[in-house]
């Protein structure tokens, strides 16, 4: 079990950054992927900004992924950046093919509008940043902070990031492993 932390230009430096950060402290081996155009070099390491001007040098790009249906794709939110997810033909592919899978998928702020956009989204309970549910195309949307529809985890936005990251945790590893990180983190 792997787990991808997408990142276009403009993503939500606290939702991406969180996920990571906790995923790696479950043991969930975690990389960064670079998606879409970026400034710089085509070839090599991807730096790619956030929108609060953080620079993050991604591990692997988009291309260069094999995803396995026990694997996780993490959409983080942020704008432009999720514009940017939104842009990528390739990702839209990947989340399609992921999802017929019953591929894990976490999205939080305004993220859920692009597997919604997708339909993919569609009979599942789900939640995101205020203003994004008419994109959350036939979900059942819902105010929760976080809410998870089976191998779908969704989140409202960067003041949910931890909630999120603990409840993708507590479906990879199991709310045990979830609640140990939880009470070490000191999370009130």
């Not at 692997?60 to 940017?84: N, Y």
């Amino acid at each position: 079990m792997k787990a991808y932390v997408m990142l276009a230009e403009g993503f939500e430096e606290i939702e991406a950054l969180t996920a990571v950060d906790v995923l790696r402290r479950a043991s969930v081996d975690t990389a960064t992927v670079a998606v879409g155009p970026l400034p710089g070099a085509a070839s090599g390491p991807a730096v790619v900004t956030g929108s609060h001007g953080i620079p993050v040098v991604a591990d692997l790009r988009l291309e260069g992924i094999a995803v396995a249906a026990e694997d996780l794709i993490v959409l983080p939110g942020g704008m432009p950046g999720t514009r940017r997810l939104q842009e990528s033909a390739p990702l839209a592919s990947l989340l399609e093919r992921h999802r017929a899978a019953d591929g894990w998928l976490g999205a939080i702020c305004a993220a859920p509008s692009v597997p919604g956009r997708l339909g993919l989204l569609r009979g599942r309970r789900a939640t995101s940043f205020p203003g994004y549910e008419k994109d959350l195309l036939g979900a059942v949307t819902s105010t929760e902070p976080v809410v998870r529809d089976g191998r779908i985890v969704t989140s409202r936005g960067a003041g949910t990031a931890l909630a999120f990251s603990l409840a993708l945790v507590a479906a990879l590893k199991g709310d045990g492993t979830a609640k140990r990180l939880s009470d070490e983190m000191q999370v009130p």
